[in-house]
């Protein structure tokens, strides 16, 4: 069955913009978590959503949000970019949450400059 | 909060090496921990994990045991192949810390190279 998706895959945008990235879960997920990669602080957790709902929410300022459809398609969005937000964003997806196996997608490269 | 503390890398062993790398953490919970692993191009999966104190994970020849006592999660393989060469990460998952709200907290990441 397919994997996770996203998109796009890469992606550059500069200062004060706002950007929205896609995640497309394994169909029959209802979990879908994203997360931000980079090589100062490594692996950090963004939010989860399940069913719709955010669940789940990690250390980032409220320019980071997201949402979730009832399909369990995920989006996250991030307004009046920073040259810090410049990062691999990684959405993975499971059955019920973040205590069990997640699958994750390659992610979507975000360049700001 | 919760953290995990991860070995520096980078890791360089010579194929059929024994391999460990160190992970502990600190939760004032009771985790479920996991070893990540991204491989050149692909993305991060789960190679294994544990959810209570003594058990011992494995996957692929690979085994982690949850150690409350010295909380630490080691990973470990008796013999490497060229193949295992990746970038391993510890993580951990706490809910009770958080008052119910359920973080995932990951190590630095460790990249293991492993030389024909």
């Known amino acids: 069955k397919a994997g996770v998706t996203q998109t796009p895959r890469y992606l550059i945008k500069t200062r004060g913009q706002q950007v929205t990235l896609s995640c497309s879960p394994i169909s029959g997920h209802r979990s879908v978590s994203w997360y931000q990669q980079t090589p100062g602080q490594g692996l950090q957790f963004l939010f989860e959503y399940f069913s719709e709902t955010q669940r789940n929410k990690g250390n980032f300022p409220g320019r980071f949000s997201g949402r979730q459809f009832s399909n369990s398609r995920s989006e996250m969005n991030v307004s009046t970019l920073e040259l810090g937000d410049s990062a691999l964003y990684l959405c993975a997806s499971s059955f019920r949450g973040l205590g069990e196996k997640l699958f994750f997608g390659s992610g979507t490269q975000l360049s700001v400059l | 909060g919760d953290s995990v503390t991860q070995m520096e890398g980078p890791v360089t062993l010579s194929e059929e090496a024994f391999l460990t790398i160190n992970c502990t953490y600190t939760?004032?919970?009771?985790?479920?921990l996991f070893w990540y692993v991204q491989y050149p191009g692909e993305g991060l999966q789960l190679l294994l994990k544990a959810t209570k104190a003594d058990d011992k994970g494995s996957n692929k020849g690979f085994e982690a045991t949850y150690r409350k006592e010295t909380t630490s999660f080691h990973l470990e393989k008796g013999s490497v192949q060229v193949s295992d060469s990746a970038v391993y990460f510890c993580?951990?998952?706490?809910?009770?810390?958080?008052?119910?709200?359920?973080?995932?907290?990951f190590g630095t990441g460790t990249r293991l190279t492993i030389i024909p």
């Open positions: 939760a004032t919970g009771y985790p479920s």
């Open positions: 993580a951990l998952s706490d809910r009770a810390a958080n008052f119910g709200n359920e973080k995932l907290t």
